[in-house]
């Protein structure tokens, strides 16, 4: 009670304080009107303007040069390089008329900036200058737009050729779940409607369905260098996305429907591990971890370089602990890794004291 009393006395004290100030200046007499801007004012705002233009300008570079080395490394997918061009090319071009049409913007605030006796020209219209600021951008985004598509239609070519992977990401609050389709490279009917807690069928497989026996269920993603990989995506819940950002690869999981994406994964984890900008990177988070190992904090383990799965979605409250390790290999690490997993046969339909999935001891995953 009292601090209720408390907050309503503060309140009313700043509305007395408020009034007063109102009384205190509507009893000035002015002489002269402060809202009319002279040249001194115009002349003012005019080096403002310079300034700022100077002050956006050093800070894109300072974001540059600060922050750059932050950004992804080279794609680790076949598509990734196509992708990451556009981007580059799509940016360049942004960040080119940014910087003249922000350097022309604040140079015309000044250089025409409003002085007495001075009367501003009006124009009704411009015909040629309308059709040059029309038929440029015209252009130049559809030109983008065009190359986009074609991207696009490129990066979303799912099909079967090259006898790719078939694997399918699972997304739950708050993990995801991977499922291989097995010896016949096929995943087994799946449905919300037959998860069985009891049974722990947590991805709801058609026990009756021949394809199903051999799908090997996991958590953490092991993928073939080289190979084409299928992913069908679901979700049990709400709206997840399957984002694996070293493969410029990402696809939203709907509830209800199964969604696609296909990317073949060109370098393994650890070449990847060896490139100059990821052990840059290691060696810069290892030394923020070691700080907070000293000062007793949690997630302070030192950390290595992992391909990751995220969900690019805001899924929940623990929505960024939603992540699984993708580990790309040869070929015969890849076969000698799938050999060790047990089948859905041998574990929800086999022996009930058998795990119901195939699990790693996984460390923290960072970034």
């Known amino acids: 009670m009292t601090t209720v009393l408390i907050l309503a006395v503060l309140i009313l ?6 009034q007063m100030t109102k009384i205190f200046e509507l009893s000035q007499l002015r002489t002269d009107s402060s809202e009319i801007a002279n040249d001194s004012d115009n002349k003012t705002n005019g080096y403002l303007l310079f300034a700022f233009l100077i002050f956006i300008y050093g800070i894109t570079i300072f974001s540059f040069w ?16 196509e992708y990451d061009y556009l981007m580059v090319v799509s940016m360049g071009i942004i960040f080119f008329v940014q910087t003249i049409t922000q350097g022309l913007l604040h140079y015309f605030g000044y250089r025409y900036r409003g002085e007495e006796g001075k009367k501003a020209l009006f124009y009704a219209d411009n015909d040629r200058l309308e059709f040059i600021w029309t038929i440029i951008p015209v252009i130049v985004l559809s030109g983008l737009i065009l190359w986009g598509l074609y991207t696009w239609t490129n990066i979303m070519d799912v099909n079967d050729e090259d006898d ?16 291989y389709g097995g010896e016949d490279n096929v995943l087994g009917q799946a449905n919300v409607r037959m998860i069985d807690i009891d049974k722990a069928n947590v991805l709801g497989l058609d026990e009756s369905d021949t394809y199903a026996a051999d799908d090997v269920i996991v958590r953490e993603l092991h993928l073939p260098v080289g190979r084409k990989v299928n992913f069908k995506i679901r979700s049990q819940d709400v709206l997840h996305s399957a984002y694996m950002p070293h493969f410029r690869a990402q696809m939203n999981a709907v509830p209800g429907m199964i969604t696609e994406f296909s990317f073949t994964p060109i370098t393994t984890t650890e070449e990847m591990r060896q490139k100059q900008e ?10 923020i971890r070691k700080e907070r190992a000293a000062n007793g904090e949690d997630n302070s383990d030192p950390w290595e370089f992992d391909y990751i799965l995220l969900c690019n979605k805001i899924c929940g409250k623990s929505h960024y602990n939603m992540q699984m390790r993708i580990i790309v290999e040869p070929q015969k690490d890849y076969e000698a890794w799938m050999a060790e997993q047990k089948t859905f046969k041998e574990t929800v339909m086999g022996d009930d004291s058998q795990p119901a999935m195939n699990v ?5 995953i960072g970034q």
């Open 278 to 287: 990821i052990i840059d990177k290691v060696k810069r988070t290892n030394e």
């Open 66 to 81: 600060k922050y750059g080395k932050l950004l992804l490394p080279e794609a680790a997918s076949a598509h990734g390089g």
């Open 360 to 364: 790693v001891e996984t460390a923290s």
């Open 13 to 18: 004290v700043a509305i007395a304080i408020w």
């Open 164 to 179: 790719p992977l078939i694997v399918e990401l699972y997304g739950q609050q708050f993990n995801w779940t991977a499922r």
